[in-house]
């Protein structure tokens, strides 16, 4: 297991049904994540203790800030821009229109400002699931198919190497990637969550290139060198449905986590009241600023 770090303390006790995909606005100071089922953006200033949240009518899988201005979502009904004061909503494009089967989930913007968002079986039961990249131009691509359940990418600081989850393998997944082009190969399992860890669920790569994992289920988020497959680390939290996690704040010096409350009987959240908020530890290891998505 590594490095034991101290538990994740609560900053926000939010009680999301599906809270995920935090990402840091470094401009701002601003740690923005959505409640899937709940379907709300939230905005948390943690040094001024401020949050606020945008409502939606349809689920979002992810926010990511926009370089020009607001944000840009993952809808049940495709890609979206956000102003996030007026809560304007405007649609991009929908790559599979009137699809009910499935619904996007997570993802992330790569250091050439495209957005990669996944979809997944709402039943969470067949590999109908598509990663797609949105090219700052505005254009759909599909980035990989045959996916269950997408969710947590990342890149390594190098940007050439793409991690990625889709969480029924339990596995996480390395590909090499192209930065210029955005293309996707040579996919080979560099992690296997152990059993008892639950499934793995969001990530990030910290500045050395190591992978944090949430363990949905597992009660964890724990550090990974996808060199050599060994967990070197394990930040226990406070909630068993642990759904992602960002770098943010100073110096990017301090890690935050998601969870969820989502199935989870009455007799068992009587066990983590806190589930469905964001925690926060300090590592003593810096993370990436986040990309932004660039069109
Ligand atoms: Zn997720």
Same mark, same amino acid.
């Given at each position: 297991?590594?490095?034991?770090?101290?538990?994740?303390?609560?900053?926000?006790?939010?009680?999301?049904?599906?809270?995920?995909?935090?990402?840091?606005?470094? =401009?701002?100071?601003?740690?923005?994540?959505?409640?899937?089922?709940?379907?709300?953006?939230?905005?948390?200033?943690?040094?001024?203790?401020?949050?606020?949240?945008?409502?939606?009518?349809?689920?979002?899988?992810?926010?990511?800030?926009?370089?020009?201005?607001?944000?840009?979502?993952?809808?049940?009904?495709?890609?979206?821009?956000?102003?996030?004061?007026?809560?304007?909503?405007?649609?991009?494009?929908?790559?599979?229109?009137?699809?009910?089967?499935?619904?996007? /989930?997570?993802?992330?913007?790569?250091?050439?400002?495209?957005?990669?968002?996944?979809?997944?079986?709402?039943?969470?039961?067949?590999?109908?699931?598509?990663?797609?990249?949105?090219?700052?131009?505005?254009?759909? =691509?599909?980035?990989?198919?045959?996916?269950?359940?997408? /969710?947590?990418?990342?890149?390594?600081?190098?940007? =050439?190497?793409?991690?990625?989850?889709?969480?029924?393998?339990?596995?996480?997944?390395?590909?090499?990637?192209?930065?210029?082009?955005?293309?996707?190969? /040579?996919?080979?399992?560099?992690?296997?969550?152990?059993?008892?860890?639950?499934?793995?669920?969001?990530?990030?790569?910290?500045?050395?290139?190591?992978?944090?994992?949430?363990?949905?289920?597992?009660?964890?988020?724990?550090?990974?060198?996808?060199?050599?497959?060994?967990?070197?680390?394990?930040?226990?939290?406070?909630?068993?449905?642990?759904?992602?996690?960002?770098?943010?704040?100073?110096?990017?010096?301090?890690?935050?986590?998601?969870?969820?409350?989502?199935?989870?009987?009455?007799?068992?959240?009587?066990?983590?009241?806190?589930?469905?908020?964001?925690?926060?530890?300090?590592?003593?290891?810096?993370?990436?600023?986040?990309?932004?998505?660039?069109?």
């Amino acid at each position: 297991m590594g490095t034991i770090y101290s538990e994740a303390e609560l900053v926000w006790d939010g009680r999301m049904t599906l809270g995920e995909g935090p990402v840091w606005d470094a =401009r701002s100071g601003t740690l923005i994540f959505v409640d899937i089922a709940g379907k709300r953006v939230h905005f948390l200033e943690p040094s001024l203790q401020t949050h606020r949240f945008v409502q939606l009518e349809q689920m979002v899988g992810a926010a990511v800030p926009r370089q020009s201005g607001g944000l840009v979502l993952a809808l049940e009904q495709g890609f979206y821009t956000l102003d996030p004061v007026t809560g304007t909503l405007e649609q991009l494009a929908d790559p599979e229109p009137g699809r009910a089967d499935i619904r996007f /989930n997570d993802g992330k913007c790569d250091a050439a400002g495209r957005f990669f968002a996944g979809t997944m079986d709402r039943e969470e039961l067949s590999p109908k699931g598509v990663l797609y990249a949105l090219e700052p131009d505005g254009t759909i =691509r599909k980035a990989l198919e045959g996916v269950t359940t997408s /969710n947590g990418l990342d890149w390594s600081p190098d940007g =050439r190497t793409m991690y990625y989850i889709d969480s029924p393998t339990r596995r996480v997944f390395a590909f090499d990637y192209d930065p210029a082009s955005g293309e996707l190969g /040579n996919r080979r399992t560099i992690v296997i969550i152990p059993d008892g860890g639950g499934f793995p669920d969001g990530m990030t790569v910290d500045k050395e290139g190591m992978l944090w994992v949430a363990q949905w289920d597992g009660w964890q988020v724990s550090r990974w060198d996808p060199l050599t497959g060994e967990q070197i680390g394990s930040v226990p939290v406070p909630a068993a449905r642990v759904t992602s996690v960002a770098f943010g704040g100073p110096e990017l010096g301090e890690l935050y986590i998601t969870t969820a409350r989502i199935g989870l009987t009455g007799e068992q959240l009587g066990k983590q009241p806190a589930a469905g908020g964001v925690f926060r530890c300090r590592p003593g290891v810096q993370g990436k600023p986040a990309f932004f998505y660039g069109g």
